[in-house]
């Protein structure tokens, strides 16, 4: 029920910016502007085997930090809209020829833990998803958002484990759903994710789309990632 206190306190107490905390708005123009990009590659060192190439839309310090937790663990659904235009912006440069001829681009986001989804009320990662297609549609590409993953086995929690623990916690931990096949094939995929970190869960999300489609592998030779956030360290501001 957290969830539902959240919606309710957000009609009755004043509004603050989910980014530097000013009052009189959700999220203030300076800070939505931190979120805007532009995108850039993202690498993470040590950098696990089988990672697509991912961008990001931001580094993961300061304001931008301060809205995706407000997003993902306070409740702040209102941010949705302004994470998923930066996630938008992400795609586009992951996938800069859009969706494929037979269909849209689809963004397939990595699945949280069941019990984490629980404990929120919601799934951060899918819901910027969608609202990522759906700012990519405005702006004039064919896109949706298709919950093609799913955790085939339970998972610890990865906040707090090192880049080893991460890789070792989630590998092999995620499968494609049973009718993710005829919804992929043949179509362009970007995985999606809100913040990356070690890499490990979006490698994860890779390898369990390339298992699913083993007989397909040129089709997904040029699978690729985006994601909101990366750490400043491992942020490029280059896409060679």
Known sequence: MRWW??????????????GCGDARTSLCEECAERLAGPPARARPCPEPAGLPVVFAAARYEGVVRSVLLAHKERGALGMAGPLGAALASAVRAASPHGGGARGPLL???VPSARRTVRARGHDPARRIAVAAA???????TYARAVPALRQSRRVSDQSGLTAPERLENITGALEATPWAGPVLEGRRAVLVDDVMTTGASLAEGARALRAAFSGHLSEYARMSAAVIAAPSLSFETSRN
Request: proline fraction near 8%; hydrophobic fraction near 60%; glycine fraction near 8%.
């Open 5 to 18: 206190w959240r919606e309710v306190s957000g009609l009755v107490l004043p509004a603050l910016c989910a």
């Open 107 to 109: 963004l397939v986001p």
């Open 134 to 140: 759906l700012a990519l549609r405005c702006a004039g």
